[in-house]
Protein backbone atom coordinates (compact mmCIF):
# COMPACT_ATOMS: atom_id res chain seq x y z
CA UNK A 1 0.00 0.00 0.00
CA UNK A 2 3.01 2.39 1.13
CA UNK A 3 4.64 1.43 -2.08
CA UNK A 4 2.92 2.95 -4.56
CA UNK A 5 2.85 6.55 -2.60
CA UNK A 6 5.39 8.59 -4.39
CA UNK A 7 6.52 12.20 -4.56
CA UNK A 8 3.39 14.01 -4.96
CA UNK A 9 1.88 11.50 -2.25
CA UNK A 10 4.60 12.40 -0.13
CA UNK A 11 4.10 16.33 -0.67
CA UNK A 12 0.56 16.22 -0.31
CA UNK A 13 0.47 14.74 3.05
CA UNK A 14 3.43 17.28 4.15
CA UNK A 15 1.07 19.73 3.45
CA UNK A 16 -1.52 18.42 5.30
CA UNK A 17 0.41 18.16 8.29
CA UNK A 18 1.32 21.35 8.11
CA UNK A 19 -2.41 22.94 7.51
CA UNK A 20 -3.50 20.68 10.42
CA UNK A 21 -0.74 21.44 13.13
CA UNK A 22 0.84 24.48 11.87
CA UNK A 23 4.90 25.50 11.13
CA UNK A 24 5.46 26.25 15.32
CA UNK A 25 4.04 23.06 16.83
CA UNK A 26 6.12 20.54 13.94
CA UNK A 27 8.85 23.07 14.43
CA UNK A 28 8.61 22.66 18.18
CA UNK A 29 7.89 19.29 18.28
CA UNK A 30 11.13 18.23 15.75
CA UNK A 31 13.02 20.00 18.42
CA UNK A 32 11.73 17.57 21.03
CA UNK A 33 12.96 14.81 18.89
CA UNK A 34 16.17 16.19 18.38
CA UNK A 35 16.15 16.63 22.18
CA UNK A 36 15.43 12.42 22.53
CA UNK A 37 17.49 11.89 20.26
CA UNK A 38 20.69 13.73 21.78
CA UNK A 39 20.15 12.31 25.08
CA UNK A 40 19.49 8.79 23.79
CA UNK A 41 22.89 8.92 22.71
CA UNK A 42 24.54 10.52 25.51
CA UNK A 43 22.79 7.59 27.94
CA UNK A 44 24.19 4.99 25.23
CA UNK A 45 27.70 6.41 25.54
CA UNK A 46 27.67 7.02 29.35
CA UNK A 47 26.42 2.92 29.37
CA UNK A 48 29.35 2.00 27.37
CA UNK A 49 32.07 4.06 29.36
CA UNK A 50 30.81 2.26 32.80
CA UNK A 51 31.06 -0.92 31.19
CA UNK A 52 35.06 -0.57 30.24
CA UNK A 53 35.23 1.06 33.83
CA UNK A 54 33.86 -2.09 35.46
CA UNK A 55 36.17 -4.08 32.91
CA UNK A 56 39.12 -2.55 33.64
CA UNK A 57 38.09 -2.36 37.68
CA UNK A 58 37.57 -5.93 37.14
CA UNK A 59 40.74 -6.92 34.96
CA UNK A 60 42.68 -4.60 37.90
CA UNK A 61 41.57 -6.38 40.55
CA UNK A 62 42.18 -10.06 38.55
CA UNK A 63 45.92 -9.19 38.28
CA UNK A 64 46.36 -8.20 41.98
CA UNK A 65 47.87 -11.23 43.80
CA UNK A 66 45.37 -12.35 46.63
CA UNK A 67 47.36 -11.65 49.92
CA UNK A 68 46.23 -14.26 52.59
CA UNK A 69 45.25 -12.55 56.68
CA UNK A 70 45.93 -14.26 59.71
CA UNK A 71 43.94 -13.91 62.58
CA UNK A 72 45.24 -13.12 65.59
CA UNK A 73 44.11 -15.49 67.99
Not at 29 to 44: A, C, N, P, Q
Not at 51 to 73: C, F, G, H, N, Y
Amino acid sequence: MLNNIGLPGLLLIAVVVLVLFGRGKISSLMGEVGKGITSFKKGISEGEKEQLDDKSADMAEASQPEVETKDKV
